[in-house]
């Protein structure tokens, strides 16, 4: 069992950058192509990066050129680089196995991006 804990979260204005960081339990971690996802208010959960586990990303449109994924197998912990954040940025962002696994969704962590 994976269990998968968000952070890094928080108020940022518009230009502004952070690093969310996805921290995964188990051993397994290395083996598995990971995702970021986000829910925005009153929106489905939409998938924004994904990194399979040697390395390779894709990214959504709406976030290509600005945000980067990455991770670090012996720390078993996953990174969303998110740089030039715009209002609509504003969600949940969760991370989770590629495609996503209904047990593995965690609390996430809230990026609001505001004047």
């Known amino acids: 069992q994976v269990q998968l804990v968000e952070s890094g979260g928080g108020l940022v204005q518009p230009g502004g950058s952070l690093r969310l960081s996805c921290a995964a339990s188990g051993s397994i971690f290395s083996l598995y192509a990971m995702g970021w996802y986000r829910q925005a208010p009153g929106k489905q959960r939409e998938w924004v990066a994904r990194?399979?586990?040697?390395?390779?990303?894709n990214y959504a449109d709406s976030v290509k050129g600005r945000f980067t994924i990455s991770r670090d197998n012996t720390k078993n912990t996953m990174y969303l680089q998110m740089n030039s954040l715009k209002p609509e940025d504003t969600a949940v962002y969760y991370c989770n196995l590629f495609p996503s696994t209904d047990n593995y969704w965690g609390q996430g962590t809230q990026v609001t991006v505001s004047k």
């Open positions: 990194i399979a586990s040697g390395g390779a990303t």
